[in-house]
């Protein structure tokens, strides 16, 4: 009896140990981005596309208030409301004590430079298909940007999820290396992938999310309920979305659908950010949503 | 007996007052229709700018003109306390409309600026009606960000 009481406690004990292991906040390897130095012209394409600004500038900013990124916009969720940080270059109360590689950790796998991870509100599960090349570059871009000392405000989160270690397993679950679109023949597709996929991060919405709250991927782009509650966000496969692709590409650039009505609620800030990117990267978008096969699922 | 004859009357009254809604129909109908002829003239020179459809330089100027003229429509008869979403069904303009009539005012008068520069651009060629398509774009959106609640 004793020798099997042992046994499940040495047999509990390993388990928690794995566990423990297994949803360590996994950093990026040290020497990754030695030698490279940022291009902060470059970045603020990257920024753009990214749309750090829209979730990141002070609620109801305008203009160029919207590159001060003080944060304080909420997000309510399934699991609580999260409240985006300062990420200003304020070395105090944004981020402006971070090196190159925190910035990497963070936004490429969701790990705080004191080792903690940080909530998939912020999308690195996107951003972790980030480019290195156009990391460094948001970073440099990033310092350029004006300080802002508001303090950030800490997250509205219930237990058990206010357990920050908990996302190491979710991390297990919902964060992968693949792209969903696994076959890109050319170009134009790889760049549409690429700011969909990565920068853009367009599945945090229009993908269905499970009970865990992570993307459904065999659900891709197939649309999802709107998160504050009310009214749906719509697929953009071929068979809910029969824009051509121009007319997705014109949307992008001016927010008019081709009836003419004018985009509103959170694609007003997309399109903003959309109109400034170059025509090219609006057309890629819009003919990787039209290779999409209907339904979601992928080969 | 009089006087409470007097009394049930007033609160009868008083009662189906209160239970008859108002009847906003007419002004939903006209606020409606005013996006709506929006949106065709906003067709003709978007089709333009896409390359969908030939430079036509009258029919330009007319959708343009006429954008103008609706963002002349005085708006304040047309958006009742009342008769947002939050009271009634059928419209989707939000309660902030009347929180912030001044600011909703600024942005109809927005759409205006962005319509009378489309006046000059509609003689430009597509080339100029692109970047003019854009600013009326972004009035449009400006409005609806704040005061237009979700499709459903």
């Given at each position: 009896?004793?020798k099997?009481i ?9 388990a ?10 996994k ?102 298909h ?14 350029t ?45 790889e ?20 009970g ?33 692709a ?6 992008l ?8 009505d ?9 399109v ?28 | ?69 609706v ?38 008068s ?43």
């Open positions: 009896m004793r099997a042992g046994i499940v406690v040495l047999a509990a004990i390993a928690a140990g794995a566990g423990w292991a297994l949803t360590a906040p950093r990026l390897p040290e020497a990754r981005f030695t030698g490279m130095t940022g291009d902060p012209a470059a970045g603020e394409r990257v920024f753009t596309a990214a749309g750090c600004a829209s979730c990141h500038h002070a609620p109801d900013a305008s203009g160029d208030d919207k590159l001060v990124l003080s944060g304080g916009q909420r997000f309510a969720s399934d699991f609580g409301t999260f409240v985006a940080p300062n990420i200003s270059p304020d070395p105090e109360n944004g981020i402006g004590d971070w090196g190159l590689a925190d910035f990497a950790n963070a936004v490429m796998r969701g790990v705080s430079p004191s080792g903690q991870h940080l909530y998939p509100a912020f999308p690195y599960t996107a951003y972790a980030m480019r290195d090349k156009d990391v460094v570059d948001l970073w440099a871009y990033l310092l940007l004006p300080a802002s000392e508001t303090p950030s405000a800490p997250h509205e989160v219930g237990f058990p999820f206010n357990i920050r270690r908990g996302v190491g397993a979710w991390k297990l679950l919902y964060m992968s290396d693949d792209w969903v679109m696994g076959d890109v023949p050319d170009a134009q597709l760049r549409g992938r690429y700011l969909v996929e990565a920068l853009a991060h367009c599945g945090e919405c229009h993908t269905p999310r499970d865990l709250g992570g993307l459904d991927a065999s659900a891709w782009l197939t649309g999802a309920p709107n998160p504050n509650g009310r009214g749906s966000i719509p697929g953009l496969t071929p068979d809910r979305l029969d824009w051509d121009g007319s997705i590409a014109y949307y650039e001016s927010g008019f659908t081709p009836d003419y004018s985009a509103g609620g959170h694609m007003v800030a997309v903003e950010n959309f109109a400034k990117l170059d025509p090219a990267d609006r057309e890629a978008v819009a003919a990787y949503l039209k290779a999409l096969p209907a339904g979601g699922e992928m080969d | 007996m009089t006087r409470l004859l007097t009394a049930v009357t007033a609160l009868s009254l008083g009662l189906s007052g209160a239970a008859i809604a108002q009847d906003y129909s007419g002004q939903l109908k006209a606020r409606q229709g005013q996006f709506r002829i929006l949106a065709i003239n906003l067709g003709t020179l978007g089709d333009i700018a896409q390359g969908k459809t030939e430079y036509d330089a009258e029919a330009a100027q007319a959708a343009a003109d006429s954008l103008v003229a963002s002349m429509i005085h708006q304040q008869p047309l958006w009742p306390e009342g008769s947002s979403e939050m009271d009634m069904d059928g419209t989707r303009a939000k309660a902030e409309i009347w929180d912030d009539w001044e600011d909703f005012g600024s942005k109809w927005a759409l205006g600026e962005a319509a009378t520069a489309m006046q000059t651009a509609a003689a430009g060629g597509a080339e100029a009606i692109g970047p003019a398509m854009g600013a009326l774009g972004g009035a449009c959106k400006a409005c609806h960000d704040s005061y237009r609640a979700p499709r459903n």
